[in-house]
């Protein structure tokens, strides 16, 4: 585990294996990047991965002022620079994805491949807004405890959490999301909340990519996921049966069979 000082924020990251490649991972709103541990374990097999924790998430720290989602994007490009990753494998979910899409279309030279799981280009639709600013509104005034069952919904398919031979499980991200810093979980869900739409502009984008999404996701459902894939050329869309938003965790072996070869099929010329 490691943290490097960028955009006056310190980000906090875990950089394991080592390969031709270098993966990024990019995670999703309440979670922070040990949402990724499944895939990070297969694949620093073969590769350097690296997966941060976003401003005012995980390990990461907390900033004072209001931001938007491009400070999320400049996070994330600095970062690069601070690791010198010239070109990556960048995998984002959620919020992740959120990143991926607007650095890929900044940036596409610096992307070897990009996954988008379980997440929109699109803007954040009128009543879900105003939903999330009065769960916002609430976070602020009482804490996380009286939206957790909320989050906890959004994040993960009745069937898991319902689940009881993974019970411990759904404790470990009970008290996981739980933990995050109130404050912190505001000021970004303003900045992702009010995102612009990219759909048009990923028309034009040239990068190898890869859509995934669960079956049952509800904060970013399949239709977004079919919509990023018709926009960008030559996209790939596998749906994950069975899982919510976090599909990581939820379905940890479906989202590696199609993620790895994915990103196998994408190493640099003459390290095959």
């Not at 004072?64 to 601070?82: C, P, R």
Request: charged residues 25%; hydrophobic residues 40%; neutral net charge.
């Amino acid at each position: 585990m490691a943290e490097v000082e960028v955009n006056g924020v310190r980000l906090h990251y875990r950089e394991a294996g080592s390969g031709a490649q270098t993966v990024v991972f990019s995670h999703s709103f309440l979670a922070d990047h040990r949402q990724f541990d499944a895939q990070i374990e297969v694949l620093s097999r073969t590769c350097r991965v690296i997966a941060y924790d976003h401003r005012d998430h995980g390990r990461s720290g907390r900033v004072d002022a209001s931001y938007d989602l491009d400070a999320l994007v400049g996070d994330a490009e600095a970062l690069l620079d601070a690791l010198s990753v010239d070109q990556c494998d960048f995998v984002g979910l959620s919020t992740g994805g959120f990143v991926g899409m607007r650095l890929a279309l900044r940036s596409p030279e610096r992307f070897r491949s990009l996954t988008l799981m379980d997440t929109s280009a699109e803007p954040e639709p009128r009543g879900q807004r105003r939903r999330y600013r009065a769960l916002l509104a609430v976070l602020g005034i009482a804490g996380i405890r009286p939206v957790l069952r909320s989050g906890m919904t959004a994040m993960f398919s009745r069937s898991f959490l319902r689940d009881p031979g993974r019970q411990d499980e759904v404790d470990l991200w009970r008290r996981r999301i739980a933990g995050n810093d109130a404050r912190g979980l505001i000021r970004f869900g303003n900045a992702i909340f009010a995102r612009d739409d990219v759909v048009d502009r990923l028309r034009k984008l040239a990068v190898p990519t890869l859509v995934i999404v669960g079956e049952h996701d509800r904060p970013c459902p399949p239709e977004r996921a079919r919509t990023i894939a018709a926009a960008i050329p030559d996209a790939r869309l596998v749906v994950i049966p069975g899982a919510g938003h976090l599909s990581t965790i939820e379905q940890p072996e479906a989202v590696n069979d199609a993620l790895v070869p994915f990103i196998h099929d994408h190493l640099p010329k003459g390290a095959r």
